[in-house]
């Protein structure tokens, strides 16, 4: 082949690899299975990954109040909150959850927006994990200021293959109600059987772990939930602790985690109670939803109906942590915990008596 022959084939190439790759972008561009560049715009939704769409989300949806927390936020729908607290809203899910992808996602909402709330679920794992374990799961070019590595999203065969599959749900009828998005709270048995089947008790443990042991990780997480109260002072945080069932102390107190636990709550009253623009709830101290395992499908898990009572309680200010009450809270809840009769869910008695119809979701 001739040196001119040579260079026409290599440009040739060139210029359909550069079309193809073109042609690409364009594909992914406007059909945006992630809702980057348009939202969820006309086509309708397939939501598929959190840490992929929430960045869209946040990106394209004004809205007034944000609610934002783990698996256990998911079942809430952005109608419900839009019911309760007026405007318009978004949720912005990660399953799993690290303070960092929360400030990933929260960092777009306010590089484009200016909510008036916040709602956030801090559970008490989030608050105590470490972010060392976190995984390379969320795609920071999606989340940073940066639009030159945006090619990672239009060039990528998993947004190529979603964009087809978001084309192909349109043409099938099988896109999702956007009200829906993220929730599971219909495809599981909300059931006091399903909570304890899915509830691995442990063996009681031999030593206490220090109260001390999970600060380091707390104040570590604490100070990106602060860096945000203090950078927006004019959005209103309403933060709150999940009630995790009661199968949850039963965990902690056999593993010896109590000391640990509820030193980690109590640095974390203080720090979050010396802002103006935060109202506390502490959902775990109710009695009546974290007794009643009916509301949950393991130790942690509540139901869709929990949400929507959490929402109205988080409204009315109900169960909230003021300065005054945040110690009696804690010492109280403790001193439950520590004597509640775990073994009767063990126990033949308790089967027998079950009454379904004394147990209604609270």
Known sequence: MSNRAYRRWALGLLAGTAGLLLLCAAFVWAVDPCFYYHGIGKLGAVFFNERYQDA???????????????????NYRVSHVERVFGGTAVKLTIPDGYLSEFDAALGVEWRYHDPSRVIFGLDTNILIRDESEKTGAMPDYLYNANPLDDTKYLLNKDTIYYGVYRLM???WGTTQDPD????????????????????????????????????????????VVERWITAHPDTEFDIFFPPYSILYWDKQAREGNLDAVFSALDTAFDALLRYDNVRLFYFPADEGIVTNLDNYCDYIHHSGAVCDELLRMISA??????????????????????????????????????????????
């Open 180 to 223: 829906e998005a993220y929730t599971w709270d219909g495809t599981v048995w909300w059931n006091h059987t399903t909570a304890l089947d899915n509830y691995d008790r442990p063996a009681p443990s031999a030593s206490q772990l220090p109260a001390d042991a999970y600060l380091g990780n707390v104040r570590s997480n604490l100070a």
């Open 56 to 74: 869209g989300l946040a990106k394209n949806t004004d809205a007034d109040t944000v609610i934002v927390g783990t698996s256990l936020t998911a």
């Open 169 to 171: 749900a349109n043409r």
């Open 317 to 362: 200010g109900e169960e909230r942590v003021t300065a005054e009450n945040a110690k009696k809270t804690l010492a109280d809840w403790r001193d439950f915990v520590v004597n509640y009769d775990y073994d009767k869910y063990w126990t033949d008695t308790f089967w027998w008596a079950w009454d379904y119809t004394s147990h209604p979701v609270r």
